[in-house]
């Protein structure tokens, strides 16, 4: 709230009263603001953003602000690289699930961000990115799982498989058995909530427990990790191979005279 409100706040003696007596002291934002901006009404020929004029502070303010947004977007589908003023949240399409649990994933991601309390540097990846025909109107699909899992990483929110244990074997199945839902990211890291344990012995153990034993584990999964874990294995072994082939090339070249 104290970098949307930035903006519009007086620097009155009558405001800092005011405020001092209505409110907690607010966070200084050391010049840094989120502005709010109502629907755009259009976008120029020069990429300029025209926003409907709606009678409100925001968009009395907007006049005054050349918005022309760089749509370059790197960092896992978000801001540019190096430039994280502006944000795409939403702007993935996901094999299965639904765009708004990863916008909250996106969102986490961004505030540490701009607040610089990132636990790792990201580097652009894009593991996680359907390949599709370039021909297709839709060139931004990501895998659900792999995606909300890498944001959970870059966040430092993807707790170990000894810390899942430590829960108990309720939610220790919720979390292998079930999607990457986003309570599983709120058991650790700076998104932690008191309450996911909670919701991951009650609601989604439901979701996990009601499947059924044969069809619902065994077909369903059992038959998946086999088909996509022997894939995975044989890749990995190839990649080996080619890895130490790779090295020895180089190593002879550094020992063979020229």
């Not at 025209?50 to 602000?65: K, L």
Request: a positive charge; hydrophobic letters at 40%.
């Amino acid at each position: 709230m104290p970098y949307i409100s930035a903006p519009y706040r007086l620097s009155s003696l009558l405001e800092r009263i005011r405020s001092n007596i209505l409110q907690v002291p607010l966070t200084d934002t050391k010049g840094r603001q989120i502005d709010l901006a109502p629907w755009p009404e259009c976008i120029d020929k020069n990429g300029v953003v025209h926003f409907q004029d709606t009678g409100r502070p925001e968009a009395q303010r907007m006049r005054t602000v050349r918005c022309k947004p760089d749509i370059d977007v790197d960092i896992r589908r978000i801001w540019k690289n190096g430039d994280e003023t502006v944000a795409f949240i939403g702007f993935v399409r996901p094999s299965f699930g639904a765009i708004p649990p990863l916008s909250e994933f996106q969102a986490q991601l961004w505030a540490l961000s701009l607040l610089k309390r990132l636990p790792r540097t990201l580097h652009h990846e894009d593991s996680y990115r359907l390949g599709v025909s370039p021909s297709k109107r839709i060139q931004y699909g990501v895998d659900h799982e792999s995606y909300a899992y890498q944001l959970a990483l870059d966040t430092g929110s993807a707790p170990s498989l000894w810390e899942v244990i430590q829960r108990g074997w309720k939610i220790t199945l919720v979390w292998a058995l079930g999607a990457n839902f986003n309570t599983k990211f709120r058991l650790e890291g700076p998104w932690k909530w008191d309450g996911a344990d909670e919701v991951m012995k009650r609601g989604l153990w439901e979701t996990i427990s009601r499947r059924g034993g044969v069809f619902g584990h065994i077909t369903l999964l059992g038959i998946l990790m086999l088909v996509f874990g022997t894939l995975s294995a044989l890749c990995f072994i190839i990649s080996t191979i080619f890895g130490l082939l790779n090295y020895v090339r180089v190593r002879c070249r550094r020992l063979l005279p020229k």
